[in-house]
């Protein structure tokens, strides 16, 4: 029989490198998709190309969008990244938001479920640690799958598109240990969101220091370098 | 008092062109939102800047997306656009359906919401013409509202987003005679699927006939030329 193949979103990062390696528990073949879009953030992209490597990944699609030239988010070159803030689960929109953006990259996954068939998307966000971004939440991936049955073929012939989002209740350290129970090397992945020219991670914006804390929680190593914290 | 921004989808065919005209008449200040994705469709650039100059749109937005590499429409060079089809409301969804478009489309004039603050949206989708587009139905409309509502700083934070698809229900004819109402000026819009190398409409795709259709309902005479009906 044929395997069916989920459509996975795939950063480079922590999470969505941990919503990989469930899809592949889950028995599916792998489209991933992944996204280039501003200045700070190529880096990622190497990344996404080692996971999926790693993973032996069926297809992997990368795209280029035009989301610098929409603004509004210190992610995509329009201000500055914070570094060593100490509440990092506060209340409010963090200025590294991008607007919108799961849902452009959802929007992305579901056109190439229409072309290809495929009903199973992952994506790997969680309302634990990202609890400011109205982009991570159950309520949005609920919304978004209600939308995705509406707005294409599948559903409109009567398929069912799934929207996985396998970490969305777990904290860092829990989707730590998740991965590593799945084989997940994270040495691979890249979560700064204002890393050095070589590429190395700052250790001081939110994602580093939710990483790092997420490492901490889980009681393991973190095997990436850190400039600032050498 | 600050008139409201609208963010306005403008492909600059016929029935973005009539919502533009709409939400003009609505009393917003626009912000219209043009695409290109594709080779086919480049001349329809230039008939939305010819509206957007036209209507005296405050800010027009022009994004590059990468749709063409996805496949799996005619409309980006995945096959040929049917000519002379004598049944265009019958069932079934045309190979000239963008997987996942308006999806796309809607979640870019999101993020520009989000970016600018603007809370309504405007799209020239109708159910009447395109019955076979899974997302021109007014069921689809509804979902992407209530996702915006989830996904965005803005709904989280008590704002309200409405997405308006002033020409739902209205059939070709009913949406000029709209149109015409508002002062739109029909020879400013380009509808082929698969224009002549120097832009003129071919006259036979089923955008084509739909448009002719169109004015005949309408009782009025198309302004645009048409190689294949000189």
Known sequence: MEKKTAVVLLSGGLDSTTALAVARRDGFDIHALSFTYGQLHTVELEAARRVAAHFGVEQHTILDLPLASLGGSALTGHGEVPKDRENLDGEGIPVTYVPARNTIF???????????GATDIYIGVSHVDYSGYPDCRPEFIEAFEALANRATRIGVEGGHITIHAPV?????????????????????????????????????????LLRLRGFAQAGVEDPVAYRERQ
Chains 1, 2 share one sequence.
């Open 106 to 116: 959802l929007s992305y996954a579901l056109a190439i479920c229409e072309v290809t």
């Open 168 to 208: 969305m209740e777990l904290d860092k350290g829990e989707t730590i240990r998740l991965g590593l129970s799945l084989g997940v090397d994270y040495s691979m992945t890249h979560t700064c969101y204002d890393p050095h020219e070589d590429g190395t991670a700052c250790g001081r914006c939110d994602s580093c």
